[in-house]
């Protein structure tokens, strides 16, 4: 069995992957090893723990509330909230651990578990392997005043809006916007921080059932809210995820802007702000060359790291850098949030429209996306990716024939048999083409 954890906690389909039982040794396991590690020394231990709206948000809720207060933690039940409001509360509170069960972007049959360290912060490696040693074992069990006490909670969500609100430079009045709650864990949170900043708010995907998160709504199906943008006649569209860590856009024409655009429009208004650090962005080795390009124009440096909002988030603090994110939509900024934050991202674009008195589409065209053709080859040895003499020739051909005007990446996949062959050119043809050629180079040379 591989690890556990994976790079944003424990997650699997709900009661086969990711069982009532194993949420519970779960939070067993994760209130000993922080314990052994003095977290809670010299005071009783607490804990908050939300959700978002998935039906098996219910019964995974109660397994980890068990399991805490069964190991002698208090626990506050926020209920419905985004991780980055959960985020936000752990660290606000003073709390010693933070839970969120949610499953992000996946579909509803998915969950997940992921815990947060004093502060909001996410948990490194070491903890997460020493909660997965843990799990199971015998313990001495708390009897008595010494188990964990429960409450609910009555404050979060009101606490996390305002930080919202106090967090946003500037007020968008005026502002018609169309928000896509991805029948979410921001549902409520999204359009109240809105409205309280002054925008026009039409919400779209904003009616949880329990079984509707993320279907054909959300950062991953635009389409119903490219549509909404245009019938409405509203300035902007945000599409958040299933716990809101994550924002896309549309502009007033219904096209598309992703988290490249942006991180760019967000980096020259802190550019231009003067709160952007050394003048640098942190992305990842899959954000668009175009991207690198635009900020290069800007005289803003950009750090690159591997693919992951925690690789982003550990350049960030080594680098004191303040701003950083993917092109999926995950956007950390590190002055108000320990994590991605969509709602929060979406209030700082907004206040760049108003700010500048801009539409999107203007601020987003700072940038201009090279066509991008990505290729999995399966069935290979991905090891040798980075060392078969055949494929590195045929990368170094292709790199040396798009010049400055392109990218050729292999990325191994971390969990599967593939090799990922991404091209970036001035034409999509020429993408196209560069792709394909290096992707059958890719499968003779490495064949299983």
Not at 251 to 269: P, S
Not at 290 to 311: L, S
Not at 396 to 408: E, F, K, M, S
Request: hydrophobic share 45%; glycine share 10%; aromatic share 2%.
């Amino acid at each position: 069995m591989g690890r556990l954890f994976g790079t944003d906690g424990v997650r699997g389909l709900a009661n086969v992957d990711l069982t009532a039982e194993l949420a519970l040794d779960l939070s067993v396991a994760a209130a000993h090893v922080l314990g052994e590690a003095g977290a809670f020394e010299g005071h009783r231990p607490r804990a908050v723990v939300g959700r978002d709206p998935r039906a098996s948000g219910e019964f995974l809720e109660a397994a980890v509330v068990a399991g805490l207060a069964s190991a002698g933690v208090d626990v506050v039940k926020l209920g419905v909230l985004p991780t980055p409001a959960v985020a936000h509360l752990t660290g606000s509170t003073g709390a010693d651990l933070g839970v969120m069960l949610s499953a992000s972007h996946n579909p509803m049959p998915d969950n997940g578990v992921k815990f947060l360290a004093r502060g909001g912060i996410k948990l490194d490696d070491r903890i997460e392997d020493a909660i997965e040693a843990h799990l199971a074992e015998e313990w001495q069990r708390p009897t008595g005043a010494a188990v964990g006490r429960v409450l609910d909670d009555d404050q979060g969500f009101e606490t996390y809006v305002s930080h919202l609100v106090r967090s946003t430079p500037n007020r968008f009045d005026g502002l018609k916007v169309v928000v896509d709650c991805a029948n979410g864990a921001a549902y409520q949170t999204a359009p109240e921080a809105l409205r309280r900043l002054g925008a026009e708010v039409i919400t779209y995907a904003a009616k949880p059932d329990g079984l509707n998160i993320n279907l054909d709504c959300g950062s991953t199906h635009m389409e119903g809210l490219r549509r909404e943008v245009v019938g409405h006649g509203a300035d902007v569209g945000i599409a958040l995820d299933g716990d809101a860590d994550r924002c896309l856009a549309v502009d007033h024409t219904g096209a598309l802007v992703d988290g490249d655009q942006i991180l760019a429009v967000l980096a020259l208004a802190m550019r231009d702000a003067g709160t952007l650090p050394n003048d640098t962005v942190v992305a990842t080795v899959m954000s668009n060359l175009g991207f690198v390009q635009a900020m290069v124009r800007e005289q803003i440096a950009v750090e690159q790291t591997k693919v992951g909002d925690r690789y982003v988030l550990e350049a960030m603090k080594a680098g004191g850098h303040k701003l950083g994110g993917e092109q999926s939509g995950h956007v950390i900024l590190s002055d108000h949030a320990t994590t991605g934050d969509g709602t929060l991202t979406a209030l700082m674009l907004l206040a760049r429209m108003a700010q500048t008195g801009k539409s999107l589409q203007e601020l987003a065209a700072v940038m201009v996306r090279l066509p991008q053709v990505l290729i999995n080859v399966p069935n290979v040895d991905k090891t040798r990716a980075g060392t078969d003499s055949d494929v590195q020739s045929a990368v170094a051909a292709a790199t040396t024939r798009l010049g400055d005007t392109g990218r050729v990446l292999l990325r191994p996949s971390g969990t599967e048999p593939l090799v990922r062959v991404m091209v970036e050119a001035e034409s999509a043809a020429t993408a196209q083409e560069v792709a394909e050629d290096l992707a059958t180079i890719v499968a003779t040379a490495l064949k299983l």
